[in-house]
């Protein structure tokens, strides 16, 4: 029988309790992530029709979109490959073992996968999502230790639903600091916007100091105990060691799958091109390519799996991780297509009139928590992981250079807005979902939770904040 606050013991807090009857509500009503995609699509296409779209343009728009996203797509299937490549080889396994025996309490290891998770989403959410499913398979392991499940897999999700745009993964941030990669309309807006003025501004910094410590204090409270605790065997998760032993060679024909030859050959050519092109332009600049990213984790996990055998066998057991990826990303890419390619009234999409209206009703004093709340709805509609900033972009920073709004803290209203949906929009959860065998609906309790504290804390802080900057004109290359 699931529990619920009604069972909870007396010692569990308010929060704690308010925590586990969401979990009970999502357990019960939550659908699952594909239906939640679907929904999106049919609100979508309603509103554009609202807005004077007609069936043709709505339906053309959709099934023109679908295939929009292939290439974004594989990307991303790539980012969760790579990612648990690297995290599952000999070497790392190694390593989260070690981490995971480092917590002395259920409370106290769900703050740790949190923490855990939020400063490696600062340099790779990819690897985020993969290293903290592992760690919390590998902390389940651990009988002595009273760990509520779902609650260490919400933490381990924190990464993506907290503080990945404040980093190095943020999109935004590396597109306004890369003119090379930007459409020429935005550079002719915003020109180019350094990482000295988005990530590493010091209020850029103090937010997401904020926002961890905050995000840590919420997983303590609403960490369940006693009979509240749900475990991994409960839920059928697969406890086992993520990277089992590598079966001995059993015929002469798999000789090159077991000797480290031809990961020494192709990882020579792997590294000589990574030298080349890291070499060849700036460090911010290389990574920022997901092409470059994702070929430089794979290199990574070939070498640190040393044999092509432990290489593919840790491959097969990534790709069912990527499932849900791969069916819904073609969903999104038809929603994306809706907002912005199926015309209305006067000609004009609905991302334009969603967009003017915010445009219209804010101030200099305002633009922070008007385009903070914008850009944080239509990333619950469209989940792009920074990739729908280039639709934004243009007449949100049209928008900041007319109110004389700051340009590098209009981007990170832009990031730390983005996040916000995440943390119950189970589109970046499948990833995570996948490792640890579980479902969107048996953690959306707990981040919901979270976000209803992140809300009030990301627009107060982007206000409070931005009245420390003062405007500077854009700078063209």
Request: proline content about 6%; some cysteine.
């Amino acid at each position: 029988m699931t529990p619920t606050a009604a069972s909870a013991p007396a010692n569990d807090g308010a929060l704690a309790r308010f925590a586990l009857r969401s979990a009970a509500w999502a357990e019960r009503w939550f659908p699952d992530a594909y239906v939640f995609a679907a929904l999106a699509v049919i609100v979508v296409a309603i509103a554009a029709l609202g807005f004077g779209a007609t069936p043709k343009a709505t339906a053309s728009a959709f099934g023109e979109g679908y295939w929009s996203l292939i290439p974004f797509t594989m990307q991303m299937a790539f980012v969760v490959i790579g990612g648990y490549v690297v995290a599952t080889a000999p070497a790392v396994a190694r390593l989260i073992d070690a981490l995971a025996r480092v917590p002395r309490s259920g409370r106290g290891a769900i703050c740790y996968v949190g923490l855990l998770s939020m400063l490696t989403s600062l340099l790779s959410w990819g690897f985020s999502l993969v290293f903290g499913g592992l760690l919390v398979r590998a902390l389940a392991r651990r009988e002595d230790l009273d760990m509520d499940y779902r609650a260490a897999g919400a933490a381990a999700y924190l990464g993506l639903g907290a503080v990945w745009a404040m980093g190095l993964s943020s999109s935004a941030a590396q597109l306004q600091a890369n003119p090379a990669s930007m459409p020429p309309a935005l550079l002719a807006i915003t020109g180019v916007i350094p990482f000295s003025q988005t990530i590493f501004l010091w209020q850029s910094i103090a937010l997401t100091a904020a926002l961890i410590g905050v995000s840590l204090l919420v997983c303590y409270v609403t960490a369940p105990r006693g009979a509240s605790v749900r475990r991994a065997s409960e839920f059928g998760a697969d406890q086992r060691q993520a990277t089992p032993a590598l079966p001995p060679r059993t015929r002469p024909g798999e000789w090159l799958e077991y000797s480290p030859l031809i990961t020494i050959a192709l990882s020579a050519l792997g590294l000589g091109w990574l030298v080349y092109e890291f070499a060849s332009k700036p460090a911010v600049s290389a990574i920022a390519s997901l092409n470059t990213y994702n070929f430089l984790f794979l290199t990574l996990g070939l070498l640190l799996h040393w044999r092509p055998r432990s290489f593919l066998d840790a491959v097969a057991r990534a790709v069912p991780s990527t499932t849900g990826v791969l069916i819904q990303f073609p969903l999104y890419g038809g929603i994306a297509a809706l907002l912005t390619s199926a015309p209305g009234h006067g000609g004009e999409t609905l991302a334009h009139h969603l967009s003017s209206v915010f445009v219209h009703i804010a101030s200099a004093d305002t633009f922070a928590l008007v385009m903070g709340a914008y850009s944080a709805v239509l990333g619950f509609f469209v989940p792009s992981g920074g990739g729908k900033w280039i639709i934004e972009a243009p007449y949100v920073m049209q928008a900041a250079i007319d109110l004389k709004v700051h340009l590098g803290w209009a981007v990170q209203i832009y990031n730390a807005a983005e996040a916000l949906p995440n943390l119950i929009n189970p589109f970046w959860m499948l990833p995570l979902l996948g490792v640890l065998g579980l479902k969107a609906r048996d953690i959306v309790g707990f981040t919901f939770v979270q976000l209803l504290v992140h809300i009030p804390l990301v627009l107060g802080l982007l206000w409070a904040l931005g009245l420390t900057l003062s405007y500077q004109p854009p700078v063209m290359p």
